[in-house]
């Protein structure tokens, strides 16, 4: 067990879905190891195109399948002693044996494919996927730079899926950590529904052209995937994925579909539209003193924040809505408005 974020409650990780590819980085016949959610895991694409995720370890002698494994149509073949393996975790081959085949069985793990992202279902419990994230509109619309090779950037940070969610309904900090202007960023609906989140955000930001007006709209799909389109600058819409490692490591995907410059049908994004994905994504990962990723890496874990009026009906909502993909028996109270103190005389 590695270390933790200090004061977080919950020890399961989240069940949903999570980005754990895109879907242009593996061709029919790649195998390639991974490690989620703690586990040693293997991802090939079969010959018929369809993503596969097992456990590694081979239920032979436990070679790594991820290393030096072999796609054979629709299976995963050992490199150790040539076993097969299908897409169900089933062994349907023990090459060398009048036996044929054994019972024994690899974990498997719900894998689909939507607007380009490679999306892996987990659940600590192991139950099967009761919902699916929609499609992603921008990464469909000829009126986008597409996604690939452009708007991909990929990082690993030191902190749990849940604080970029949060991220979400934390009004206060876009004048703080992203120099949103004067006092005037706000929430405008938010609303649990049930397997997603949604939040509107709007304020100000200062550019070299004079103030800029933005809205944000959010959807929040479980703890993995945060899909927002910010309208504003230049329209844009973006995912960012975050798959836990380990208990305190994740590894964090940000996909950016920008509109294009008018008359522009060529599909390498404007100077104007790179630096928009490269900005967005040095606000999410980038390690700038005092910015998200610096706050979140050296933060303790707040279950119980001390919370002023203004903040606690979306802190409410949002805790509320990601308890529910925890499988925690012992789940933290609902956060309360804190009293308020004695004004102190000057
Ligand atoms: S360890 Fe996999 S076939 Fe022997
Ligand atoms: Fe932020």
Redesign the pocket.
Known sequence: MGSRLRGFPYKTFPRGWYQVAWSHELAAGDVRPAKYFNLELVMYRSESGKVNILDAHCRHMGAHLGHGGKVCGEHIACPFHGWKWSAEGANVEVPYSRQKRVSAKLGRYPVIEKSGLVLMWYASDGRAPDYEPPIVPEFHDDAYYPVYPHGGIKGEANFPPQLLVE?AV?VP??KY??NWTADEPGMGKFEDRGQSFYVETFGAIDTVKGIARLQTQIEIWGIGLVYSHLSGLRDMGFVSGMVPIDDLRSEVRLTTAVKRKAGDTGDEPDSFARAMIAAQAE?VIGMRAGG?RDIWEHMEYRANPALVREEVAGWLALRNFTAKFYDDEIKPPPVKETESAPTLAA
């Open positions: 991220n934390d900090h876009l950590v992203h606000e998200d």
